[in-house]
């Protein structure tokens, strides 16, 4: 069984442009979980996402965003990006309902803001 | 507190016992849990620990749970070099959604062969 697949793992962008991130679950999990992993904070929690739905959402600002399609996949979309963005964002699923709330993470997608 | 707190870093020799320290927030949290990140890697659920447990022994990983001074010990037998990571404590705090998890910062294992 394929493990959560993220895209792209690597990018680099400018303060004030804007990037989407991709999270393809494992095949048959519902929700996706989005987490942000820095050096200073640590892992942080963004949203989640089950039956394209936003269950859940963590303390930050409206410039972060997601989605989840018919399928499963996820984006994530930060606008008007931040030198304080530059991070790993690691997407987590799960099969969704009620379970012992274990995550199947993704490798992350590196993201540098210059 | 208001966070999940580790040490940071943890250094052993191989072949001894690692012993990873962790004290969480809520005394309610239902399940607590650790998770491993390998570099360049995602996280990767170690074990967890239900809340109405004292100990948990999963072949060389024994977890320990202190509900009363929220305490959560990770101890890994016959550590080897192949356990050198960083290390995570997690919970999900009452009122938090099944999969919002709070994590630690993590505790870098390193592994002296």
């Known amino acids: 069984k394929a493990g959560v697949t993220q895209t792209p793992r690597y990018l680099i962008k400018t303060r004030g442009q804007q990037v989407t991130l991709s999270c393809s679950p494992i095949?048959?999990?519902?929700?996706v979980s989005w987490y942000q992993q820095t050096p200073g904070q640590g892992l942080q929690f963004l949203f989640e996402y089950f039956s394209e739905t936003q269950r859940n959402k963590g303390n930050f600002p409206g410039r972060f965003s997601g989605r989840q399609f018919s399928n499963s996949r996820s984006e994530m979309n930060v606008s008007t990006l931040e030198l304080g963005d530059s991070a790993l964002y690691l997407c987590a699923s799960t099969p969704g309902g009620r379970t012992t709330g274990e995550l199947f993470f993704g490798e992350g997608s590196r993201l540098t803001v210059l | 507190g208001e966070d999940v707190e580790q040490s940071l870093f943890l250094s052993v020799r191989e072949g001894d016992s690692s012993v990873i320290n962790c004290t969480y927030t809520d005394s309610s949290s239902t399940y607590l849990y650790w998770y491993k990140q390998e570099p360049g890697a995602g996280l990767q659920l170690l074990t967890y620990?239900?809340?109405?447990?004292d100990m948990k022994q999963d072949q060389r990983l024994t977890v320990l749970l202190n509900k009363k001074d929220k305490h959560l010990s990770l101890r890994i037998a016959d550590t080897q070099t192949g356990d050198s990571a960083i290390y995570f404590c997690?919970?999900?705090?009452?009122?938090?959604?099944?999969?919002?998890?709070?994590f630690g910062k993590g505790t870098k294992l390193s592994v002296i062969p």
């Open positions: 997690a919970e999900i705090p009452p009122g938090a959604g099944s999969y919002q998890l709070t």
């Open positions: 095949s048959g999990h519902r929700s």
């Open positions: 620990i239900f809340s109405n447990m």
